[in-house]
């Protein structure tokens, strides 16, 4: 089975910290991502990554980047935590490129900002 | 307009029952369907995916494609409250990124 873990399931931060979101997967997918997930809004897509090093913005970028330095393991990174981006934080992974490969998610981050 | 639209929940259904889940699309172009799974406070779980038009089934779900009219549907035959969830479309359009519905939470009344 694939297995992707995010480092915290619970975390609290004030605003304007910065704040990292760790995601390491075990089964040597090319493809990550990171999701935000709100009430009413469903999951949107933050940044991905298909590659070591290699990073896109998703649909909403803005106050985040991510960091991808080894294949298994893709960081977010909060660079001045804001209240407006207390969230359910997902991580997902995946074969590349082939189209009918489908996500496998973590267990998710419950991030507050204070 | 939002790429990809559910019907909206909250779904209730009796323990026996059918539940019919209903997806829309807006990219004529896309490949690969999933429905997931995510019970409250958990993170989502694949449950079905389907990339060809007609029926697909899996136990006690159903997932039904048609392209032409860009919909995608899901059912849950001898729904059990162990099913009550919120369910997720997801629509792949390229070879990376998925497009999320908002999901319809489903509730199964014993």
């Known amino acids: 089975d694939v297995k992707v873990t995010q480092s915290s399931r619970y975390l609290v931060k004030r605003t304007g910290e910065k704040v990292f979101l760790e995601c390491v997967q075990d089964m040597d997918h090319e493809n990550m991502f990171w999701y935000r997930q709100d009430p009413g809004l469903g999951l949107r897509l933050i940044y991905f990554?298909?590659?070591?090093?290699?990073?896109e913005k998703g649909d909403i970028p803005e106050g985040y980047s991510v960091s991808r330095e080894k294949k298994e393991r893709f960081s977010l990174i909060l660079e001045s935590a804001s209240t407006n981006q207390t969230s359910m934080y997902l991580c997902?992974?995946?074969?590349?490129?082939?189209?009918?490969?489908?996500?496998?998610f973590g267990d998710g981050t419950r991030l507050s900002i204070l | 307009q939002k790429e990809v639209e559910q019907n909206s929940g909250p779904l209730s259904v009796p323990e026996g029952a059918i539940a019919s889940l209903n997806c829309t699309y807006s990219?004529?172009?896309?490949?690969?369907f999933f429905w997931y799974r995510q019970y409250s406070g958990k993170s989502p779980e694949l449950i079905m995916s389907i990339y060809s038009n007609g029926d697909k089934e899996d136990g006690r779900f159903t997932a039904q494609l048609n392209k032409a009219s860009q919909y995608v549907s899901l059912l849950i035959r001898d729904s059990q409250p162990s099913d009550s969830a919120t369910y997720l479309c997801?629509?792949?359009?390229?070879?990376?990124?998925?497009?999320f519905g908002a999901g319809t939470t489903v509730t199964v009344r014993a």
């Open positions: 997902a992974s995946s074969l590349p490129g082939i189209s009918n490969q489908p996500q496998h």
């Open positions: 990554s298909y590659d070591v090093k290699m990073k």
């Open positions: 990219d004529r172009g896309s490949q690969s």
């Open positions: 997801a629509v792949r359009s390229n070879d990376y990124k998925l497009s």
